[in-house]
Antibody
Framework: QVQLQESGPGLVRPAETLSLTCTVS????????WSWIRQSPGKTLEWIGS???????IYNSSLKSRLTLTIDSSKSQFSLRLNSVTASDTAVYFC?????????????WGQGSLVTVSS | EIVLTQSPDTLSLSPGERAILSCRAS??????LVWYQQKPGQAPRLLIY???NRAAGIPARFTGSGSGTDYTLTISSLEPEDFAVYYC???????FGPGTKVDIK
């Protein structure tokens, strides 16, 4: 079955760029949207953005100015870059596969990667 | 922008009891409502999509219902592994509710 695994630095300095990669195994990236979702400590889930296998993107409007999603089907990976981070970007970041009508829900998730923004 | 609210914040029940969780949207989500279960230190797990469809491998004790702005997740008889936080999510702007924690009484 499809499995997702996040990777990237666990500590990022304020004002720098947070970069994470999600590696997909057991399936193809084709014909799906792939997403990033984060969860601040003790808080609910926040959808960050999604990327289709073709490279088209949909971003959360609250993060759009700082966000870039990319996809590399040859490596079965998709990536997130969030620039100018602050302490409020500290969270567990999950990658996930979209599914359903309009690809609006998430049926396969990575285990999550804790990113702390601190000097 | 559609906002989801969930009630109660916490539900304290014993194994074997029925749990009824509510999710209310600020405007109709037309049935495009899903439920997830999350345990500490784990990723969310898809339970129910499109109001009432159980995801693969989800036991029949989990039932979703509702329409328009009001949706319910019912767990007919709580098993020890069901104590967790439950989130609803909708299609309009892919936002999540604040969650309901089901803990052991």
């Amino acid at each position: 079955q499809v499995q997702l695994q996040e990777s990237g630095p666990g500590l990022v300095r304020p004002a720098e760029t947070l970069s994470l990669t999600c590696t997909v195994s057991g399936g193809s990236l084709e014909t799906y949207y792939w997403s990033w979702i984060r969860q601040s400590p003790g808080k609910t889930l926040e959808w960050i953005g999604s990327i289709y296998s073709s490279g088209s993107t949909i971003y959360n409007s609250s993060l759009k100015s700082r966000l870039t999603l990319t996809i590399d089907s040859s490596k079965s990976q998709f990536s997130l870059r969030l620039n100018s981070v602050t302490a409020s970007d500290t969270a567990v970041y999950f990658c996930a596969r979209n599914s359903g009508s309009g690809s609006y829900f998430f049926d396969v998730w990575g285990q999550g990667s804790l990113v702390t923004v601190s000097s | 922008e559609i906002v989801l609210t969930q009630s109660p914040d916490t539900l304290s029940l014993s194994p074997g009891e029925r749990a009824i969780l509510s999710c209310r949207a600020s405007q109709s989500v037309s049935g495009y409502l899903v439920w997830y279960q999350q345990k500490p230190g784990q990723a969310p797990r898809l339970l129910i999509y499109d109001t009432y469809n159980r995801a693969a491998g989800i036991p029949a004790r989990f039932t979703g219902s509702g329409s328009g702005t009001d949706y319910t997740l019912t767990i007919s008889s709580l098993e020890p592994e069901d104590f967790a936080v439950y989130y609803c999510q909708q299609r309009n702007n892919w936002s999540f509710g604040p969650g309901t924690k089901v803990d052991i009484k």
